[in-house]
């Protein structure tokens, strides 16, 4: 290393000893240390498995878009999302939807999966739909449907009554059964989600409301006192 790299300087600094009580000398070196530089590099993502996925559109669905906005009518109802700029979507020959990257960056490859899937999810309710059932396993647990609401019995000293969303259909089989279907994926799962909320499944006699399809662990119970 030369010498314009790396100087070192020695200063004398008296400093009084409370033990001795005499000045002592003392010789610290300064080291001048030339500035390190960084380099940037610029990264790029890797494409999204789901972003780059096509999604076919039915015959029966009607598509708008206009710049970053895009409204889906089907014969289940009619739906509309906003993109952001880090993402774009294109129209392909065949009724087939794709939704690109506009630029290269982390978060365009974050948006760019998920606004795949929530625009997949608009084609599919308003031609398709989708449900969800949940279940009510306890004694004395019921369920009824009473004009717009949806009564629930689950063990309290009042009945819960709960309003259906505007969009949604519930219908209740066997008094036990409750099935959420709509165009609305987010909103049926948000109100089967609010629904399960008031007595979720305990783990020892697996009493309470859990999704048809849920798995409750089951824990063993306390054992009595042996003699």
């Not at 314009?4 to 240390?33: D, E, Y």
């Not at 490859?109 to 997949?120: C, P, S, V």
């Not at 009510?136 to 009824?144: D, E, F, M, P, S």
């Not at 009554?161 to 909103?187: C, F, H, W």
Request: hydrophobic letters at 35%; proline letters at 5%; aromatic letters at 6%.
């Amino acid at each position: 290393m030369g010498s314009s790299s790396l100087t070192a300087s020695l200063h004398t600094s008296t400093l009084r000893s409370p033990f001795v009580g005499s000045l002592n000398g003392f010789r610290v070196s300064s080291v001048a240390v030339r500035r390190v530089g960084f380099v940037r590099k610029t990264v790029e993502c890797k494409e999204s498995r789901i972003g780059k996925q096509p999604i076919p559109v039915p015959s029966n669905v009607t598509l708008t878009m206009e710049g970053q906005d895009l409204k889906v009518k089907g014969p289940l109802g009619e739906m509309a999302i906003t993109y952001p700029r880090e993402v774009k979507l294109e129209r392909e020959d065949g009724g087939i939807l794709r939704v690109r990257k506009a630029v290269e960056t982390r978060r365009a490859n974050q948006m760019h999966g998920l606004f795949r899937t929530l625009t997949d999810n608009m084609v599919v309710g308003v031609s398709k739909g989708f449900e969800k059932k949940l279940q009510l396993v306890g004694v004395g647990y019921r369920a009824t449907i009473e004009g717009k609401d949806i009564v629930l019995n689950l063990g309290f000293s009042h009945p819960v009554r709960m309003e259906i969303p505007a969009g949604l259909q519930v219908k209740v089989e066997e008094n036990t059964r409750i099935t959420v279907s709509g165009y609305d994926k987010s909103a049926i799962g948000q109100f089967a989600a609010s629904i399960r909320k008031w007595r979720p499944p305990e783990p020892y006699k697996g009493k309470g409301v859990k999704y048809a399809d849920e798995i409750v662990r089951r824990k063993e119970g306390k054992a009595g006192k042996k003699k």
